[in-house]
């Protein structure tokens, strides 16, 4: 057994006087932590603790102001391209690079929108890239893929449709040839997608999300976006204007009902390339400047009818599949422990 008069009996060894131990931080920061609620689609701008009143309306304005900016700098480097080549000029003064090359330049001019909305994401909105593209923060390529599929009995009832019905006895349906077709479907193939998806990023992604960071409700955000998609492609006929607004609706409430873009990009790519695959087969068919706003009212009703059973089957896949519809929840920061004392 240990004696104990082997104990220390001396003074303490633990000091005695202020405690070494620093004063730990205050627990939370001083900016407002992210929002530990999920949050919809419309309503991510809410989601970082970052929301300000002025960071939509900036990111509109330089959105907007880089946008025409880029549009400048692509038609000096068309029109310098086409005068090196010895193209005539068009009525707008550009260069004229043939049906393809024409529609290949009107592609690109939308599609360099796409990287302006990422960026614009990043600053001044002050958020992850991905949360443009959905609410998990990345493109979902599985749902887009089953977007797709769902959107090929759709497209395929509304080429049908577009067959049957008389078309202007003006317009050429003199066949172009293999050669030229298979050559235009490999420029749309890489072009309309991109022409698509910046459409989608612009319209149901930044403006949706820009308004829903002041609005609860998904119509008061999905609303102005529509309306701002129909008249952007021109004053055609009524029913082309509504055709392209009903388009804008479903392809919004879409975009919260699933959380993401994706099932948007899925139609308006297959529609797009529906409309121009079927222009690259007959001779001038790439030449008209129609758009979707000129669409006679069979037609327009044909599209009405095709962008409502896409909506129907994405929906029955959204309940089947359940992609994520709501932000995960972001944990606050938890305070901080500092170091432990001695026993």
């Known amino acids: 057994m240990t004696n104990p008069s082997s104990y220390p009996t001396g003074p ?12 730990a931080p205050t627990p939370y920061p001083t900016v407002p932590p992210p929002d530990p609620t999920g949050h919809p689609y419309h309503r991510l701008d809410r989601a970082t603790g970052r929301h300000r009143w002025w960071r939509a309306w900036v990111g509109t304005l330089l959105l907007a102001v880089t946008y025409f900016v880029l549009i400048l700098v692509l038609f000096g480097v068309s ?16 260069a004229d690079l043939g049906p393809l090359g024409n529609t290949a330049m009107d592609l690109v001019s939308i599609a360099i929108a796409l990287p302006l909305v990422l ?37 395929l009832l509304l080429t049908v449709t577009a067959f049957l019905l008389p ?27 991109l022409q698509a998806a910046a459409e989608e990023y612009v319209f149901r992604g930044w ?23 129909a008249a952007a492609h021109g004053w055609g006929t009524r029913w082309g204007f509504l055709g392209l607004l009903v388009n804008g609706l479903v392809a919004g409430l879409l975009t919260i009902r699933t959380g993401g873009l994706e099932a948007a990009i899925a139609l308006h790519v297959l529609n797009n390339l529906l409309a121009f695959g079927a222009s690259a087969a007959v ?23 095709t962008d409502l059973l896409y909506a129907a089957i994405v929906l029955w896949l959204a309940r089947r599949h359940k992609p994520q519809r709501l932000s995960t929840p972001a944990m606050p920061p938890a305070p901080y422990p500092g170091p432990a004392r001695a026993a």
């Open 283 to 305: 001779v001038d068919g790439l030449s008209s400047d129609e758009t979707a706003a000129d669409a006679p009212w069979p037609l327009a009703l044909a599209a009405i009818a």
């Open 119 to 155: 960026l614009a994401t990043l600053w001044p909105a002050r958020r992850p890239v991905g949360t443009v593209t959905s609410v998990t923060g990345r493109l979902r390529i599985g749902w887009l893929g089953r977007c797709l599929l769902a959107g090929l009995l759709p497209i």
């Open 167 to 193: 078309g202007d006895s003006g317009e050429s349906d003199t066949w172009v040839g293999w050669r030229s077709f298979l050559a235009a479907l490999a420029v749309l193939a890489v072009l309309v997608p």
């Open 12 to 23: 303490t060894p633990y000091p005695t006087g202020p405690t070494p131990y620093p004063t």
């Open 207 to 229: 403006l949706l999300q820009a308004v829903g960071a002041f609005v609860r409700s998904p119509w008061f955000a999905v609303i102005p976006q529509a309306v701002l998609f």
């Open 79 to 94: 029109y310098g391209l086409g005068t090196a080549l010895g193209a005539p000029e068009l009525p707008d003064g550009g």
